[in-house]
């Protein structure tokens, strides 16, 4: 009996103590170079997804009035129930998250503007 409460702390003492660190350490960080190909990448993916639900958009078209607004208002509400582009927008969305983290000179274009509201409000 005193062999088996032996082992027992063997098995999960310093076996799993040892094996976290080690799977933390596999991931590495991509290179900034990495992140802005697959960024591109992606952004070129998008923008053949929108160039193709366009084509489709005016090829289906029966309206007389067909103005620049109302073509992207449908193909933007095409695209937001693309499952393809829905992805390709999130991962761009977190690999811009992850260029601003690497990039010592990255500059927000959004940066300095208010959260909401109207400017004339000055909210």
Known sequence: MSE????APEV???????????EGAAQEMPSLEEVLARKGALEARME?????TEAEVLKAWTSPWRGADAVR????????SNG???TALTKARELTVLEAQLDPNYVD???????GGHPAIGR
């Open 73 to 80: 208002a449908k193909v933007d509400a095409r695209l937001a």
């Open 12 to 22: 999960g003492g310093a076996g799993a103590a040892q094996a976290a660190p080690a």
């Open 48 to 52: 053949e997804l929108r160039a193709a």
């Open 109 to 115: 274009a959004n940066a300095g503007r208010q959260a």
């Open 4 to 7: 088996e409460t032996d082992a």
């Open 84 to 86: 393809e582009f829905r």
